[in-house]
C-alpha cells in the first residue's frame, strides 16, 4: 500500500521518464539527420532503456495497490546543436533526473515508506551509472573538438553499444 501522495509522485515520475525517452527518441533521430549513425544508435538504446524505466515504476504503483494516472508527455526539442552539445544536455539531464528521484526518496523516507525506499534504491543506483555513462562520452568530445576525424572513431564506439538488459522481473 502507498499513500496517495507517494502515489501522485511516482506517477509524476512515471511522465518525467516517458518524456526521457522521447528526448533520446528526438536525439536519435537529429543524431541521424547530421549523419552520425554511431550517435543515433546509442540515443536510440538510452530511449529503450528509459522505456525500462518507465514500465518497472508503472508496474511498481500497480502492484502496490496504486493507480495509474499518465498524463500528457511534454514536446521534446528537434534539434541539439553540435555533438558535444547533444551530450552535454543529455548530462544535464541526467543530472535532473537524479535530483528529481532523490527528491523522491526523501519523501518516502518522511512518510516511512520502507517499501518505496527500498524500490527507489534501484533507481539512486542506476542513476550514478546514467551520469557515469555520459560522462564517458563528453569527455572524448571534449578532448576532440572540432576534429572530424575524432568525431568519426567517437561515432564508431558509439555505435558498438549493446542493448539494455530487461530488468529483473520483481
Ligand atoms: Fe531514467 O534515467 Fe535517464 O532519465
Redesign the pocket.
Known amino acids: 500500500m502507498i499513500s496517495e501522495k507517494m502515489q501522485e509522485a511516482l506517477n509524476e515520475q512515471v511522465n ?2 516517458f518524456y ?1 525517452a522521447y528526448m533520446y527518441l528526438a536525439m536519435s533521430a537529429y543524431c541521424d539527420t547530421i549523419g552520425l549513425p554511431g550517435f543515433s544508435s546509442w540515443m536510440r538504446l ?1 530511449f529503450e ?2 522505456s525500462l ?1 518507465v514500465t518497472k515504476m508503472f508496474d511498481y504503483i500497480l502492484d502496490q495497490g496504486g493507480q495509474i494516472h499518465l498524463k500528457p508527455i511534454e514536446e521534446p526539442p528537434k534539434a541539439y546543436g553540435t555533438p558535444l552539445e547533444v551530450f552535454e544536455t543529455t548530462l544535464e ?2 543530472q535532473y ?1 537524479t535530483r528529481l528521484i532523490h527528491k523522491l526518496m526523501g519523501l518516502a523516507v518522511e512518510e516511512q515508506d520502507y517499501a518505496t525506499q527500498t524500490f527507489l534504491q534501484w ?1 539512486i543506483t ?2 550514478v551509472e ?1 551520469e557515469s555513462n555520459v560522462n564517458n562520452v563528453v569527455a572524448p568530445l571534449r578532448m576532440v573538438g572540432d576534429d572530424k576525424g575524432g568525431l568519426m572513431m567517437i561515432d564508431q564506439q558509439l555505435a558498438q553499444r549493446l542493448p539494455p538488459l530487461p530488468i529483473a522481473p520483481k
Do not use: D, I, P
Open positions: 518525467k521518464e526521457s538510452q532503456e528509459e524505466h539531464h541526467e533526473v533507481y542506476e542513476q546514467e
